[in-house]
């Protein structure tokens, strides 16, 4: 089965920052300050203790990858995934947690889910009496990133499931899209599941039987509360989504040069310094969205075009090519050249074209299929 992408360039600009604070707990239970991890994010320890700025995907991207390397932890990913119970994400945690069935509170999930920050799906498909949850690869990241990404999705899921405490639940099998054995291995201990392996789709399976199972602590009363509740707050985030979300698009779809603060401020009718203000309430700026397209931009023309580093850096917007090949090895920490023939021997099969999906909460699909 070919691996299938998810275009990262539109914006996760809204996510709750509770995400970030146990990447950075989970590190600092190793030694490595908080500040450390949060090194490049543009956040300190203090604006996520008071806990009301949004965060980007590129944000969790690199606070992720810094507790990795910082630790050596290869499980830090999974470590960090396995601390996001549903109680870190408030009413919508108990929207899932009051729901009458596992389908029901996945079909919460799907409802809500930038209210979970799920960036990666999942996608329920029921094949020959077992349910598989599918997750998509975000495009625009490295390899590593794309691995640690998809990781930590993938068991924050696996620890949703096992908070709605159904009796005996356990997957049947969970495949990374990892090849090394033995970080399956040690996975699979950390994860209490004897079948890990790869697979070039992350997912995780298990008898479908468990889909229509009661949950004991279901309240309908509760689950209308909190839907309703979960409906105001998918209001008002949505606003923050969309003007990221713009911005992103402006940039990356510029057909010459990438333009500036003020003319995207008047593309999208309003000042500059109103542009400003909003963008800094969302704990974001034009800087770090035009940071954020270009990386995005930059691998993806590396990774999958022949274009010369002088032609990509033109299009980005550098002056020169050492510029361009200088802010590249600072994202990926390899050369564009080297980044290109590692990304050839790394990828065995062709990865299907990005979606381009305009909301966080169509990222989240449930799909029933018969056998």
Request: charged share 20%; net charge neutral; aromatic share 6%.
């Amino acid at each position: 089965m070919e691996r299938q992408n998810m275009d990262s360039a539109i914006a996760f600009a809204a996510l709750n920052p509770a995400e970030i604070t146990l990447i950075a707990d989970t590190a600092t239970a190793t030694g490595i300050p908080s500040s450390a991890t949060l090194e490049g994010t543009g956040l300190s320890p203090a604006a996520l203790l008071q806990g009301k700025c949004r965060t980007s995907m590129q944000q969790h991207v690199t606070a992720l990858s810094n507790a990795v390397g910082l630790t050596g932890d290869r499980l830090m990913a999974l470590r960090a995934g396995s601390r996001a119970h549903l109680t870190a994400f408030g009413i919508v945690g108990y929207a899932l947690w009051s729901s009458a069935t596992l389908r029901e509170a996945l079909t919460v999930a799907r409802e809500y889910a930038p209210l979970l920050n799920l960036k990666c799906g999942p996608t329920l498909s029921v094949e020959g009496g077992t349910a598989i949850l599918r997750f998509i690869e975000p495009s625009g990241l490295s390899i590593d990133e794309t691995e640690f990404s998809v990781e930590f999705e993938l068991v924050k899921v696996l620890t949703f499931l096992r908070d709605l405490q159904i009796p005996h639940f356990q997957p049947s099998c969970v495949r990374l899209l990892s090849s090394c054995a033995e970080h399956h291995s040690r996975a699979g201990t950390l994860l209490g599941c004897n079948d890990v392996g790869k697979d070039t789709v992350a997912q995780i399976r298990f008898d479908a039987a468990w889909l229509d199972h009661s949950l004991s602590q279901a309240n309908p009363r509760t689950h209308r509360a909190c839907l309703e509740a979960c409906d105001q707050l998918l209001e008002t985030q949505s606003t923050h989504v969309d003007l990221a979300s713009s911005v992103r698009s402006i940039l990356a779809n510029a057909s010459t040069a990438i333009p500036t603060l003020p003319e995207v401020a008047s593309t999208l009718c309003m000042s500059a310094r109103t542009l400003r203000r909003r963008l800094d309430l969302m704990n974001t700026s034009y800087s770090q969205l035009l940071e954020d397209v270009r990386k995005t931009l930059a691998i993806r023309y590396v990774a999958s075009t022949g274009l010369t580093t002088e032609v990509i850096a033109e299009k980005l917007g550098y002056s020169d090519a050492a510029n361009f090949s200088h802010a590249f090895k600072r994202w990926t920490g390899q050369a564009p050249r080297q980044y290109r023939a590692t990304s050839v021997a790394k990828v065995a099969v062709p990865r299907a074209a990005p979606v381009a999906v305009p909301h966080a909460a169509q990222r989240f699909e449930l799909l029933q299929t018969a056998a």
